[in-house]
């Protein structure tokens, strides 16, 4: 995944762009990126963030950066900002999104005689591709109009120039960007609580496909948006901040209302509800209010050296991570009956860590509740999952052994209502081995958000897409 913020100010703006960066760091894990401009010369600084936090690789160094107007990134991808200079004058550029035929466009660029430097993975960086692909345009909106017909996936982007920010969000709006401001100038960010503590009140939610130019004077629409939207519904379920908000709709509140109406129908006996931290959290305090539980934590995520924008690239060790980040309160646990509120299950190899651990503590039952439909389908939109395959989800692994091929008659098991969805919820619970396992319905999903369901990207759970 990856999220940007960008800064048009009235004064010098690296400290307000340092914390808005920072702000985004539960996005991403392999790099991150700043850059200012002054008098038409940029001033860059781009470091790996594997093993480390924004914070400690960028503080020192702020000395150097100079200028009114910049961009920063935490990606998942290669390094940017990329700098460009071009017929278009020098301009940097920071994107979101996940590019599916790289190749194919790499090739395109090749046969134009156009050039790529930064292959720091041996690969082609995806931002630069778009970076290329916006110059063969006349101007901006034409080249940006270019990287909206020829991208297959979805990319936003965040493009400095000696003018000010130009913003420009996903043709179908996977991903969001919000324009904020304060008495200083205007803002534009991924999540708006990075607005929070710099003084910024949101001042518009670019809309799909929509470009706008930004100052520090205010911004003006150079390309209007895209009646048709797709935004990522696993945005509220798992990625987002809780104290954020995307088309206006908070994202604590939309998994507090996903829990409270799977707590109204859930007939599960059980002493109290607890979440699996942090993004079980507010799914799990409106579980409580809609069943009339209590909310008690029965796990615990301990923050001081295993933050969540710590997350290793590797899978293994993004598994050991989590198994030590998580520790059971075995006074609660022990003799009760417990239902515990997840945001999703990809592979289910952590999950199922984590509840032998809960039983080994003494809990008498436990009792699983997931926020989302079951994931069928690896994400080809913003890749919220590292999986590289659909085998590697739990409910196409149980599809196999149910139907002995994964793919056949996966309608059957998006539809919670028929036998096929029972036994492969039924199998999975089975590989966790806990008492019951229940998920979130998809028009359950749709009505927490409040959104009609064809504006959303509901691909992981049914395939569905425009």
Sequence with gaps: MGGFFGIASKKTCISD????????????????????MENNIFFRSIHNIENSYFRTKFSDGLGKFKGNCGIGVISDTDAQPIVVNSHLGRFAIVT????????????????????????SSGSTNPTELVALLITQGKDFIDGIQNVFRKVQGSCSMLILTNDGLIVARDFLGRTPAI??????GFAVAFETHSFNNLGYSIEHFVGPGEVVSITADGFKQLLAPNPKMQICSFLWVYYGFPASEYEGINIEQMRYQGGFEMGQEDDVEADYVSAIPDSGIGMAL?????????????????TPTWSRSFMPVNQETREHVAKMKLLGNKSLLNGKRVVFCDDSIVRGTQLRDNVKKLYEYGAKEVHIRISC?????GCKFINFSNSKSDLELITRRVVEELEGDNKKN?????????????NMVEKIRQHLGVDTLKFNKLSTIAKAIGLPKERLCTYCFDGAEI
């Design 96 to 119: 979101v999104g996940k590019i599916n035929n790289l190749a194919t466009l790499e090739k395109e660029c090749l046969d134009r005689n156009q050039q790529f430097t930064e292959l």
């Design 286 to 302: 409106g579980y409580a209010t809609g069943k009339g539980i209590p909310y008690l934590r029965g796990i615990n995520k301990y």
């Design 410 to 422: 996966l309608h059957l098991y998006m539809d919670d209502t028929t036998q096929e969805y029972a």
């Design 179 to 184: 324009i904020g401001k304060n008495e200083d």
């Design 17 to 36: 762009l340092f914390y808005g960066v920072d702000y985004h760091s539960h996005l991403g894990a392999k790099r991150a990126g700043l850059a200012t």
């Design 373 to 377: 439909p079951p994931l069928l389908y």
